[in-house]
């Protein structure tokens, strides 16, 4: 007999769940009316409710520790990076050319610089790890809110636009090695692991090893699992081995010692369209692996947002070094991107434009933040509240800034465009 037969531990999961989706709801609806991300609507909206109390409403705070919201949050996070995959395409990836690679590796080093030099200076007396991970907090792009733009602005054939989305991609593969490289150092002196210099060669083979693999077996063996699934009758049968490959990818990255949801975004890389073309042929009708996800993902992923909001102090805002710590991030989080217009090769292209399309920092950088947070060094937190709120700021600030700025740029190339046409 169940220990627990009113469920008692259950009912607070479900009043927060119901509070949150809803709020979450409401407020991406909110910022979507106004042409900018949803994502930012439900952090603000986490915001608020985790500062209820603040204004007299009592009874909320406890809700950003719920074991229960923690967990789902997490499988969020592995929904949101299995999604990125699916969206991600490898030949796409490959035959971006050199100035997308340059382009991204450019705004990987850059911004994990100047954010570790921002951290060393406002955290007098932390381990150097803590200033690293606050770095790669910097490192990787929100691809999905630049295509955004770009796609609204009818710009995506462009060479910029060409150039930005394969960066922001690549961007993200070398932002979650990045993130493993540093995590597993960080878990290794949380065990009181001496640190070797070998031991950050050893975490990169391991994580491009694992992309690698995961990639190349997965895509062999996926292929022949999910054509055999499409022979039977419905679809009833791709979304749950959907599932089962990205949940089971995200196993083996964490058995390897990386984050899971690297796994998660291999599984994501591996699976695509083909493999349900047989499946299409017979019904049309049929949906794909990323339609089929939908319902699930938009479920999951805002408790995760809405979460991290929650786990937003106010309290902190009201002090200024923790102010002045996120305004000196976000101006390292936008510089360093600015460096990437250095790597592109081709003539007349707009720099500045492709410097602007990498800034948004949106959902990856809110994951990077989140890890941080259940990272400890010596007993303390990696990134404590006061950290995580300047983080919060600054991935808003970047995420708000990047739609009219990148509109005002293009805009203008293609005002001048004209003008030149029009002079010929």
Not at 271 to 292: F, M, T
Request: aromatic share 6%; net charge neutral.
């Amino acid at each position: 007999m169940s220990a627990d037969p009113h469920g008692a531990a259950l009912l607070p999961v479900l009043g927060a769940l119901a509070l949150m989706l809803v709020g979450g709801m409401l407020g991406g609806a909110v910022f979507t009316a106004f042409r900018q991300p949803a994502v930012l609507g439900e952090l603000l909206v986490g915001i608020l409710i985790g500062n209820l109390g603040r204004v007299g409403v009592p009874g909320l705070e406890h809700l950003r520790a719920l074991p229960g919201l923690d967990l789902l949050a997490e499988i969020g996070v592995i929904f949101l990076l299995f999604s990125v995959g699916l969206e991600s395409d490898i030949r796409s990836m490959l035959a971006v050319g050199r100035s997308s690679f340059v382009v991204a590796t450019l705004g990987v080093v850059a911004p994990l610089v100047l954010g570790t030099l921002a951290a060393r200076a406002f955290l007098p007396g932390r381990s150097a790890l803590v200033y690293w991970f606050v770095g790669a907090t910097l490192c990787a792009t929100s691809v999905g809110i630049t295509a955004r733009v770009l796609r609204d602005l009818r710009r995506t054939a462009t060479a910029e636009a060409r150039i930005v989305l394969g960066a922001a991609v690549i961007d993200d593969v070398l932002g979650l090695v990045v993130l493993a490289v540093i995590a597993g150092m960080i878990q290794a002196a949380g065990a009181g692991h001496p640190f070797h210099p070998w031991s950050v060669v050893r975490i990169v083979f391991e994580a491009l090893a694992f992309l690698v693999l995961a990639v190349l077996l997965g895509r062999w063996l996926s292929r022949r699992v999910f054509t055999l699934a499409a022979r039977l009758p419905g679809e009833s049968l791709l979304l749950p081995l959907a599932l089962a490959f990205c949940f089971g990818l995200a196993w083996l990255a964490a058995k390897a010692g990386l984050a899971p949801i690297v796994g998660a975004f291999a599984a994501g890389l591996v699976l695509e369209d083909a493999h349900v073309r047989e499946l299409r042929e017979r019904d049309p009708k049929a949906r794909g692996v990323a339609e089929l996800l939908d319902p699930i993902r938009s479920f999951l992923v805002p408790v995760f947002f809405v979460l991290m909001g929650m786990r937003v102090d106010l309290a902190a805002f009201a002090r200024g070094d923790v102010l002045a710590f996120a305004l000196v991030l976000t101006l390292a989080a936008i510089a360093g991107k600015q460096v990437c217009g250095l790597g592109v090769a081709e003539r007349g292209v707009d720099r500045i434009a492709i410097g602007i399309g990498m800034i948004p920092r949106g959902e990856v950088g809110l994951i990077f933040a989140g890890i941080g947070a259940g990272l400890a060094i010596g007993g303390e937190r990696v990134v404590d509240d006061a950290v995580f709120s300047a983080v919060v700021i600054m991935v808003m600030l970047t995420t708000l800034m990047t739609p009219p700025l990148l509109g005002w740029r293009l805009g203008r190339a293609s005002g001048q465009g004209g003008e030149r046409e029009a002079a010929s």
